[in-house]
């Protein structure tokens, strides 16, 4: 596959640039993803794809990026969560569709301000979605970022409640986003399996799970709680 794609500077301040592997995955995406409309012959039938659009299999998929398919799909679902991609399954394939695609991907010619415009809408859109659900669905920038960070992320409201009551307590969220970093760090130089990977929830918890990660080059185990289980 020939051409290039487009990879903007605004990448930096996006949680997905936080996590290696999941900035592996998602370019990745990019790099696979149709940049004009045309058919793709699978099997003994055609598939129509749309620009942005690509047929994902796990498996094989794995074998190009070399990542296990249990965590393959822990990337993926990520960053389904995340909206920047829509995964369309069958029981033989799926079509990965990447958001935004015509807009990061268009012609430099097109103007700003379509891009500005876009933007906008989008915008709109989500406060407009926000102010009609029910709950208390405020969350706070830092921990957004904590949450699409976090690779097993479970039940927000209550992480979001673990996560204000540690605030409260006087924790920081620097100490907190360098634990996660940290287990991020361990759960890729250990291969931990997706299953054993703590829940969001717990994480932050009353146990203080985060704490264990929080200086991952301390001498004072007894301090870790990895070693106390």
């Known amino acids: 596959m020939d051409g290039y794609i487009k990879l903007y500077r605004k990448l930096l301040e996006n949680p997905v640039f ?9 370019i990745w995406c990019l790099l696979k ?16 794809l749309q620009p942005g659009q690509f047929i994902y299999g796990r498996f094989k998929a794995s074998q190009e990026l070399k ?15 995340l909206q920047i991609i829509d995964i369309k399954p069958n029981n033989k ?6 958001a935004n695609w015509t807009l990061y991907q268009s012609n430099e ?16 859109q989500t406060d407009t979605n926000k102010k009609g659900k029910k709950g208390n669905n405020k969350y706070s920038s830092d ?25 409260k307590k006087g924790e920081t969220t620097e ?35 985060y704490l264990g990660y929080i200086d991952m080059n301390s001498s004072d185990e007894s301090n870790d709680w990895r070693w106390k289980r």
């Open 33 to 48: 993803a149709s940049y004009k409309e045309h058919e793709q012959l699978l099997g003994l039938h055609t598939v129509q």
């Open 93 to 98: 394939y799926s079509i990965v569709t990447l």
């Open 143 to 167: 921990f957004e970022k904590f949450y699409a960070l976090y690779p097993n992320p479970f039940n927000k409201m209550q992480t979001f409640k673990n996560w204000e009551a540690l605030l």
């Open 175 to 209: 100490r907190i986003m360098t634990a996660t970093n940290n287990y991020l760090q361990y759960i890729k130089s250990n291969e931990i399996d997706s299953q054993y990977i703590t829940r969001s929830t717990n994480f932050i918890g009353r146990k203080g799970d």
């Open 67 to 81: 990542i296990k398919p249990s965590t393959l799909n822990d990337q993926m679902n990520t960053l389904k969560r």
């Open 109 to 124: 010619e097109a103007s700003d301000n379509k891009t500005d415009s876009k933007a906008t809408t989008n915008q709109q």
């Open 18 to 26: 936080q996590n290696d592997r999941l900035l592996k995955v998602f």
